[in-house]
């Protein structure tokens, strides 16, 4: 690989934010300062007004492979992660087979060759996640398996789980759950609030989440256990993991785009691609979800990208199947709806004022008093998070929590590795599905003019976006 000169650019990293350029030689970064000389045969790129960051990291992706590659597979998927962003992934093991055994952690080990980023596995907690019998954690551990969850459905059995606790303790890794209490749940098709009344859609309970939120947090206090909390959606579950967390439990939490941009009020659409579990929530839980990233109760966001054929989602909204994409739109929706660097608005309707949007990193944060929300919907920001702190949950975070710190998340330094993201903050694009890398075309902000662009990708020195365009 030839030598990569980041020419002009604003570093933002945990170590802060500072002018500079940032040279990659080989799979490490050589140098970082202002004016430094490009070596002879380098690709010199000039990103003068971009953000230059750690490479994101996801913990929640599903790539389908094996068992369902008419929807997604490794390839297709972590394409979409680096036009994303994304230097590295962690894939769920709700595949076909599940990941619940060290002969399929060795089967996606070897789909690693496929892979555009870094893929980290996650196992099974259960045996064919059917919450009956624990999966061979340990065999699995050994294999470097992190993080172990039955992601789908969570495990309904209490003391089953606790055993699982007990043994992730004992050998250091992270049980993560879906919390969903499937009996309170059973049957809904949203949040089970006004709308649902309005739109005769039958609904799931925010209680649902909470009290499997609850009991999960307790037994890890018991357990003296990791645990992660994915994709939590109510401001009940947010309260939760903020007075557990001040009694010392070692819990950690993430939200997903989708749950930090919409409000159930959406679904007056019927729009199958807004059916997802757990399912949007009220414009106050919303509310509760951002007030958690502001004050850090909730560690990261996580795309929960779930790719799907269009037949699984071109039938009444009731047999839809959950889940919507994800990877090449988060990071944009965080910068626009969180950020306020632009208006999460449908292409074509007035931008309105959009004071200090999209100012670098470099020149301090962004404002989002101007913000203008035009999307029914949509759920408008209340505090403005700082770019810095939009990459702290979509890079270093979620590198701590999949224990992919030597690798992903640190600051760009001489001799780190060179995982890097750079993007432009006020950049304003059009999302068009047809353009996506992804095998499917299932999300709901099709149309939606966001702001804040991904220009180029280097994965362990490679550039695999170059320009907002993959190179293999």
């Known amino acids: 690989m030839p030598d990569v000169l980041l020419r002009g ?52 992706a599903h790539l389908r492979e094996p068992g369902a590659e008419e929807s997604e597979c490794v390839e297709t998927g972590t394409r979409a992660a680096a036009l994303g962003g994304y230097t590295a992934v962690v894939v769920m093991p709700n595949t076909d087979p599940p990941i619940d055994s060290a002969s399929m952690v ?27 019998a624990l999966a061979p954690i340990g065999e699995m551990a050994s294999l470097g398996v992190t993080i172990f969850t039955d992601d789908g459905a969570g495990v309904q059995d209490g003391g089953l789980l606790r055993a699982a606790m007990e043994y992730a303790t004992g050998i250091g890794v992270t049980i993560a759950e879906h919390c969903e209490d499937a009996s309170l749940a059973a049957g809904g098709a949203m949040h089970e609030g006004g709308w649902s009344s309005v739109l005769g859609l039958p609904g799931a309970p925010a209680v649902a989440e909470e009290v499997m939120v609850a009991r999960d947090l307790a037994l890890a206090r018991v357990a003296g256990a990791r645990l992660h909390l994915m994709h939590l959606s109510t401001a009940g579950s947010i309260d939760l993991v903020r007075r557990a967390r001040a009694d010392g439990v070692q819990a950690t939490a993430e939200v997903s785009p989708h749950h930090l941009s919409l409000t159930d009020e959406a679904l007056v659409s019927y ?147 060179a995982n890097i993201c750079v993007f432009d903050a006020s950049s304003s694009w059009v999302v068009d599905p047809a353009r ?37």
């Open 106 to 132: 060795r089967e996606m080990h070897e789909l690693r060759s496929k892979s555009l980023v870094e893929m980290a596995v996650a196992g099974a907690i259960t045996v064919g996640r059917r919450g009956e």
């Open 436 to 472: 996506f890398a992804s095998r499917s075309r299932n999300t709901p902000f099709g149309g939606w003019d966001l702001t804040g662009k991904v220009v180029h990708t280097i994965c362990a020195g490679e550039p695999v976006v170059l320009y907002g365009e993959a190179q293999r």
């Open 271 to 417: 729009d199958t691609n807004l059916k997802m579990s757990p399912p949007l929530r009220s414009g106050g839980d919303v509310d509760a979800l951002r007030a958690g990233l502001v004050d850090g109760v909730v560690d990261a966001i996580a795309t929960d990208h779930a790719p799907h054929p269009a037949e699984s989602k071109e039938v009444p909204f009731i047999d839809a199947a959950n889940g919507v994409l994800g990877l090449e739109t988060a990071l944009a929706l965080a910068l626009t709806m969180l950020a306020g660097t632009g208006a999460g608005r449908r292409a074509g309707r007035p931008p309105g004022r959009r004071s200090g949007a999209g100012a670098p990193a470099c020149d301090g944060p962004p404002s989002s008093a101007d913000r203008l929300t035009t999307y029914r919907g949509a759920a408008p920001a209340s505090r403005a998070l700082s770019i810095r702190e939009v990459l702290a949950v979509m890079s270093w975070n979620p590198a701590r929590i999949a224990s992919l710190g030597n690798t992903q998340g640190g600051p760009i330094v001489p001799g780190a590795p």
């Open 9 to 60: 650019g604003c570093v933002v990293d945990a170590n802060g934010d500072r002018l500079a350029d940032v040279l990659v030689r080989g799979s490490e970064v050589s140098a970082v300062g202002k004016g430094l000389l490009a070596p002879q045969g380098a690709l010199v790129l000039d990103v003068d007004g971009c953000t230059v960051s750690p490479g994101l990291v996801d913990l929640h």
